[in-house]
């Protein structure tokens, strides 16, 4: 058994780590043959990310796949730990699944992602929650097929949450969500330690993975037919810093772009190292996306100080700027949070001054969520729930109205559009255009899902496009 813990997960040394090839083992491949499983999954791309690893590993024990929990020999929650009310629906899913387990007894349950890596969640699950039969850490993923195979032959509650990161596993199976759009993982963890945020607690501290790893996944995955890659991790632009002198996030990019795939993006971006060549890059390739997830958390320069976030209201509209400059038709979206500890109406201004300036594309608001351990945790919180959600739906109803504006400048406009499928009502096809727009679409001829189409914009709505293929 491993228990997590916060001082541990603090630590960040600055030792080697291995880079080891996932092997499964063979005594168990197939061993659950004829059972089946349910996966669920919060959170962020990274979680969705992992749980196609976990797919592939519970496949490789022989389960197969079912989309009603109630139908399911095993229940699996990827969860997040984020903000409370990620929390809180894991937790309602853990008591809706008590009393399947009333009725069903050999009923398998299991929980993982960030919260696995909280203390305070896993004493929890022991105390309260033990008809829990397994819980395993985001560091403890590739050993998922030891860990079931245990929980099913021992009668007693499986827990392995490693609090350190260990060596980082390449060659972990994968059953992709999407044949045409792919998650491509190239750096694990976070260094920032923004105050308000738990991830570097839950995911470890910074690995890269070794470029020519990344390359040969990104040459089998054109060589499959796919037509869209997302670099994925917390802080894309720290990559390499913890392997290489001189090979960064704007080399790896080129490197990927220069390869034989239409259209690549990268998330997320943190504002502090986005560095000048980086932005160059991104303007000078036709098959980077010119669309930038770029998250702010705040416009003022007071709040940005006590989020840790490293940078001012003006050098991020600085940098912002540049992008706007340097990459044709970029579509810029954030994350912004209100009522920070001590945020003030003059505070909450200066967010809404900057939105005002950068009208984003896109944007995810969000009301401060203390998490415990965080220093931010620890802050005098003296707004008031009322207050804050005012604030948030002020906010909300001035980057809509951006929102909007942004879309109705595309109308007449012929954009491409990476086929997805067929709406519900099957009289139109959706897809995501080059800037990331969901876009609902009229055809006049046969298309297929994968193809990357030119569709004229008809008219633009707050949260999609609709529009008509052209030639
Ligand atoms: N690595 C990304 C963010 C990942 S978390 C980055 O730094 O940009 C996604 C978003 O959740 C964050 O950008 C932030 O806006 C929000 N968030 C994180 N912690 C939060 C908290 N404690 N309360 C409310 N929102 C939070
Ligand atoms: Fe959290 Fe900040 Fe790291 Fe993003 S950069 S994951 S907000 S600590
Ligand atoms: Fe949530 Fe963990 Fe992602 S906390 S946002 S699932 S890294």
């Known amino acids: 058994m491993h228990l997590p813990n916060y001082s541990d997960a603090r630590r960040r040394e600055d030792k080697d780590y291995k880079r080891v090839d996932f092997e499964f083992s063979e005594e168990i491949k197939n061993k659950y043959k004829g059972k089946t499983f349910f996966l669920k999954t919060y959170g962020c791309q990274m979680n969705e990310h992992d749980s196609e690893n976990i797919e592939a590993l519970l496949m490789t024990l022989g389960f197969s796949k079912v989309d009603d929990y109630e139908e399911a020999d095993l229940v699996l929650l990827n969860t997040c730990s984020i903000r409370e009310n990620a929390h809180n629906k894991a937790f309602g899913m853990l008591g809706r699944l008590k009393h399947l387990k009333e009725q069903k007894k ?46 099913v032959s021992e009668s007693k509650q499986q827990i392995e949450v490693f609090s350190k990161e260990g060596d980082l596993v390449e060659g972990l199976p994968v059953v992709r969500a999407n044949n045409y759009k792919a998650y491509v993982n190239i750096i694990y963890g976070c260094n920032k330690f923004c105050t308000y945020c738990i991830v570097p607690y839950t995911r470890g501290r910074e690995r890269s993975r070794v470029k020519e790893d990344i390359l040969k996944e990104i040459d089998e995955l054109i060589s499959s037919g ?12 720290a990559y390499g810093k913890d392997l290489y002198e001189d090979y960064t996030l704007a080399n790896l990019l080129e490197d990927i772009a220069k390869k034989d795939i239409p259209r690549v993006r990268f998330m997320t971006s943190h504002p502090w190292d986005f560095t000048d060549s980086m932005v160059e890059v991104i303007g000078k390739y036709q098959n980077i996306m010119p669309s930038v997830h770029l998250p702010v958390q705040s416009g003022s320069s007071r709040i940005l100080k006590l989020m840790g976030r490293r940078y001012t209201k003006e050098s991020y509209l600085e940098l912002f700027n540049k992008i706007k400059k340097t990459v044709p038709g970029v579509a810029i979206s954030t994350d912004i949070i209100v009522g920070f500890p001590g945020e003030t109406e003059e505070d909450f201004l200066e967010t809404l001054d900057l939105v005002e300036k950068c009208k984003y594309d896109n944007a995810f608001t969000f009301i401060f969520s203390p998490r415990e351990g965080t220093p931010a945790c620890k802050l005098k919180d003296d707004v008031s729930l009322e207050e804050k959600e005012n604030r948030l739906q002020r906010l909300n109803t001035v980057v809509n109205k951006y929102f909007l504006e942004n879309n109705k400048k595309l109308e007449g406009r012929v ?24 876009i609902n679409f009229f055809v006049d001829r046969k298309i297929e899902v994968g193809d990357i189409v030119n569709v004229k914009v008809t008219s633009a709505k707050t949260w999609s496009l609709d529009g008509e293929l052209v030639e």
């Open 226 to 237: 796919y037509k869209e890659v997302t670099l994925l991790g917390q802080n894309v632009n």
């Open 415 to 438: 954009v491409p559009v990476l086929v997805e499928g067929l709406s519900e009502k099957n009289d139109m096809y959706f897809g995501y255009t080059d800037t990331n727009k969901l």
């Open 106 to 151: 050999d009923l398998i349950i299991g929980l993982c992602g960030c919260m696995a890596q909280e203390a305070s969640v896993v004493e929890e699950i022991m105390q309260k929650y033990k008809f829990v039969n397994f819980v395993f850490g985001t560091h403890n993923l590739y050993q998922l097929p030891e860990i079931i195979d245990k929980a």
